[in-house]
């Protein structure tokens, strides 16, 4: 069923609003509110005005129902705004057709919408077969689509869509500096160069972190990764801790003091803010994590509106993309691509401080310093005293379970080992693993995560880069079955089964013969009798032969 927006009001004309405003002294004068209109009462307003009695009837009806003068005005001529003059037949199938074809994931334009629909009325050999007079024009049709609620087409529309034409009273609402904290991911607008060669590499993923009441931006991270576990808590430990060690890695001397222990961290419905291991990280550090609602983004303004503010900005440098294919036709980004992801963070970190100090209107024109400064100065300390930072950035790691074994524990076919794992074998420790390496994981030990280093000797490579390796020296595992390994082990197999049946039958025959020269047990069946056969053999002369044979055995 389609909803159908309100029909829109009819605007009176200056002249019959004049007009009204010219009666409504004679009617506030005569008309009584609460009383019935008398004949004699109609026949002076009928003289002052010139109106005939059944017109003043009807205006004083209305003027009762709302005394004031624009109820006195003539009300526009023409159908009724809303109302449709086609047979109810022929809008019913109007209506079925626009479900069908407009209120679709991929909708067609209005124009061709329009079209298809008039053409399926009066098509002889379709389903309607309506005459062409009787059904509306192009244009009616139009109209007629246009008049679908904005509501029932957001629910065909993607959630970033959807947002513009959904209702979304009030606000987010934050108590003050620090208590609410927005946090997304998005591909940045540019692409990046490596720093040997200065070769195209792609896009970044740049993650922010801002706080509503502020509106400062209290963390970043910037990687060619997509958004997992790992990279999310490279962003809240940013946030968390001071920058101060970050700037001076990137050469920069310029002031950047918002960070701090925030109460809620506010993200979209993505997995790996669902993660357990992500949460409990959060709640570890007294942080609640809030996950929005699957879908619209207005959940999220906040942090919406910055990414957009930011990603525009980078529309500046070398290399980048636009917003869409139609900003990059006819412009390579890959050739003007010139910065490397270290000079990348350099410029973002310089583009949040200039943010930092801009006006900003959701905060009447005041900077989002301005407001960091004020809040700081009733906050109180803004991270606890002696926050152990590698204990802070292993926690976001991602984790597994596993059983503790003689030889420590397994991940990847890699055994670790720690001292501390020996009074734990057979018991399943928690491990935090760490993307970048493979030397060593982090197993929980009474609270603290220790460092559990490789057993044996692996190269100094990436969890990603070695599960490439492992998978390549399992693919050529295959190719050698596959040319010829498999098919050899298979006649090996055979031969060595062929060699234990013909070995069972010689055993099998050699047991049936000597069964049968053994004797049989007792029995009360007579035994025959013994016949005693002599060793000493008889022979016969040659001359005794006959022809069939010369020589034979004799008992």
């Not at 399926?120 to 509306?136: K, Q, S, T």
């Not at 000079?343 to 407001?371: D, K, N, S």
């Not at 982090?442 to 057993?455: H, N, Q, S």
């Not at 880069?465 to 098919?487: C, F, K, T």
Request: glycine share 8%.
């Amino acid at each position: 069923m389609i909803e159908r927006k309100p029909p829109r009001m009819a605007a009176y004309s200056e002249a019959a609003l004049t007009r009204g405003a010219d009666l409504y002294q004679t009617f506030r004068k005569l008309v009584p509110l609460d009383a019935p209109l008398a004949a004699d009462v109609v026949s002076v307003i009928a003289r002052e005005t010139g109106l005939g009695e059944r017109r003043i009837r009807e205006l004083a009806r209305r003027y009762r129902s709302k005394p004031i003068a624009e109820s006195l005005a003539s009300r526009p001529r023409g159908p009724k705004p809303g109302s449709r003059q086609a047979p109810p037949e022929v809008l019913v199938a109007i209506d079925g057709l626009i479900e069908e074809i407009v209120l679709t994931k991929v909708p067609l334009s209005v124009r061709e919408a329009a079209q298809q629909v008039r053409y399926l009325l009066i098509a002889d050999n379709g389903d309607y077969g309506f005459d062409p007079g009787i059904v509306p024009s192009f244009r009616t049709i139009e109209r007629i689509i246009g008049e679908i609620s904005e509501p029932q087409k957001a629910r065909f529309m993607g959630s970033k869509r959807r947002t513009a034409h959904e209702a979304h009273p009030g606000e987010y609402h934050s108590d003050g500096l620090l208590d609410v904290v927005q946090m997304d991911h998005t591909p940045a607008d540019v692409i990046l160069v490596d720093s040997t060669h200065r070769m195209a590499l792609g896009r970044p993923w740049v993650t922010l972190l801002i706080d509503v009441w502020s509106r400062c931006i209290l963390g970043f991270y910037v990687s060619f990764g997509a958004p997992s576990i790992f990279r999310c808590g490279r962003a809240i430990a940013n946030a968390l801790l001071p920058k101060q060690p970050l700037l001076e890695s990137l050469g920069l001397e310029i002031e950047y003091p918002m960070h701090g222990f925030f109460r809620k961290l506010h993200a979209d419905h993505a997995g790996s803010h669902r993660a357990e291991v992500f949460r409990s990280a959060c709640k570890t550090y007294g942080i609640d994590p809030d996950v929005r609602p699957r879908g619209p983004a207005h959940y999220g303004t906040h942090i919406e509106r910055l990414i957009g503010t930011m990603t525009r900005r980078m529309r500046l440098l070398p290399g980048a993309t636009g917003g869409n294919v139609t900003a990059r036709d006819g412009h390579d980004a890959e050739a003007d691509a010139a910065m490397t992801l270290e000079e990348f963070e350099r410029w973002l970190v310089r583009e949040i401080c200039r943010y930092h100090h801009t006006p900003h209107e959701g905060l009447g024109r005041v900077a989002p310093a301005q407001m960091w400064s004020t809040g700081v100065e009733s906050h109180g300390p803004l991270a606890p005293p002696g926050v152990d930072i590698e204990q802070l950035t292993r926690r976001f790691l991602p984790w597994v379970e596993r059983t503790v074994q003689s030889g420590g524990v397994k991940i990847d076919h890699i055994r670790y080992w720690h001292e501390s794992l020996a009074p734990r074998l057979g018991l399943k420790v928690m491990i935090h693993y760490d993307d970048r390496t493979i030397q060593e994981v982090y197993p929980v030990i009474d609270g603290v995560l220790v460092a559990a280093a490789a057993v044996g000797n692996y190269p100094n490579v990436t969890r990603p880069e070695w599960d490439v390796a492992v998978a390549a020296r399992r693919h050529s595992g295959v190719v050698y079955q596959h040319a010829g390994g498999q098919a050899e082990i298979a006649r090996l197999v055979h031969a060595n089964r062929q060699e234990v049946l013909n070995a069972k039958s010689r055993t099998r025959g050699l047991r049936d013969a000597r069964k049968r020269l053994e004797r049989e047990g007792v029995s009360h069946a007579a035994q025959p009798a013994n016949q005693e056969v002599s060793n000493v053999p008889s022979w016969v002369s040659v001359a005794d032969l006959h022809d069939e044979g010369w020589l034979k055995w004799r008992d």
